[in-house]
């Protein structure tokens, strides 16, 4: 069985958003068990047996068979290699799978993330306030692209995939904003891999474990 290690607080905000998140969602899509191992902030990140799970200290990290794995693309991965459901057994489809998985990580959630530490963390300063219009000039561009080829499909491909899966976690970051709402085809598309079965198992389980800490 999986053992999944992530963090046994964070605050309330960020709870949803947690990159572990993305690893349970994958094992409720894959119908796999976990048992949840959590790491505190402060010195237990640094500790010897975390930094052998995950190098930077930081979470998530699996181990499952021997193996240790960290970075949350990479654990959707090796989920997704388990399960159909997530990445398709044709040589082609699940190219482009895994593409989608990576041009989440890479092409946008770069741009999201840096807009989220603007407003979340720095709004009130001034290079902030400077720097904060091109950053969302950039979100908007690479959004207006990626609609573009969404178009009027439910999925990236012709079905659900890790790329979605990923893709549309991503764009949860940005729920702070109303960004989305000029990008109906992608708002529509985020509710739809939200309203997954999946999805809503796994935001359970792990907002339910950050309330029993709290």
């Known amino acids: 069985m999986i053992t999944l290690t992530t963090y046994e607080w964070v605050p309330d905000f960020a709870a949803p958003l947690m990159r572990a998140f993305r690893v349970r969602w994958a094992l409720e899509e894959a119908g796999l068990p976990c048992r949840v191992r959590t790491v505190k902030f402060g010195p237990e990140q640094r500790s010897p047996g975390h930094l052998a799970r995950q190098p930077f200290g930081q ?66 300063e001034a290079w902030a306030r400077e720097r904060r219009p091109q950053v969302e000039d950039q979100v908007r561009d690479r959004l207006s692209l990626l609609q573009d080829v969404l178009g009027d499909k439910d999925y990236l491909e012709s079905r659900f995939t890790v790329g979605d899966l990923m893709m549309s976690d991503v764009l949860r970051i940005l ?30 389980g792990q907002l339910e474990g950050f309330r029993e800490v709290a």
Not at 90 to 95: G, I, K, L, M, V
Not at 175 to 204: S, V
């Open 59 to 124: 979470a998530p990290a699996i181990e499952e068979d021997g193996l240790t794995l960290f970075e949350s693309g990479a654990i959707a991965l090796y989920i997704a290699e388990k399960s159909e459901t997530l990445l398709p057994k044709a040589p082609a489809e699940r190219a482009r799978a895994i593409a989608w998985l990576f041009a989440a990580l890479n092409s946008v959630e770069i741009l999201i993330q840096e807009l989220a530490g603007i407003d979340l963390f720095h709004a009130e």
């Open 175 to 204: 729920q702070h904003t109303d960004l989305l709402e000029d990008f109906p085809a992608l708002n529509a598309y985020k509710k739809r891999c939200g309203a997954r079965p999946a999805f809503q198992r796994a935001l359970k």
